[in-house]
């Protein structure tokens, strides 16, 4: 896979306040095809950050989910219906380069929605 096409995917980062909650997202991205793959980190991050003014704190969860640039939207929207938090952090950053096999995993894995089973 060339660079320019490696650049068309995603790396995403989320924080969520709870593991429950990153593992809901992380489902449910990933069952309907907006992700190829989500990581959680299981230990918490610690965060600081302003919220309304005041400096806040929080322990969350990171996820680190894989994409396309096509899904990128679509994926942000399932993020903020899914999240609690009125913004949720949705940092997108361009693959430059990686491994061919992986690279293709993941086009394929987004390549069309798959219909939900509820």
């Known amino acids: 896979?060339?660079?320019?096409?490696?650049?068309?995917?995603?790396?995403?980062?989320?924080?969520?306040?709870t593991r429950a909650l990153a593992r809901r997202i992380a489902r449910a991205v990933v069952q309907t095809r907006l992700a190829a793959c989500?990581?959680?980190?299981?230990s918490p991050i610690e965060s600081f950050?302003?919220?309304?003014?005041?400096?806040e704190e929080a322990r969350e969860y990171l996820l680190?989910?894989?994409t396309?640039?096509?899904?990128?939207a679509a994926l942000e929207n399932a993020v903020k219906r899914l999240h609690r938090y009125d913004v949720p952090e949705f940092i997108a950053?361009?693959?430059?380069?990686?491994s061919k096999k992986y690279l293709s995993w993941l086009t394929?894995?987004?390549?069309?929605?798959r219909k939900n089973r509820d």
């Open 1 to 17: 896979m060339s660079p320019a096409e490696a650049r068309n995917k995603r790396v995403v980062f989320i924080t969520c306040p």
């Open 38 to 42: 989500v990581n959680i980190v299981l």
């Open 49 to 55: 950050y302003t919220w309304k003014g005041e400096l």
């Open 64 to 66: 680190i989910m894989k």
């Open 68 to 72: 396309s640039a096509k899904r990128l």
């Open 93 to 98: 950053l361009s693959i430059s380069e990686g």
């Open 108 to 113: 394929e894995s987004v390549a069309r929605a």
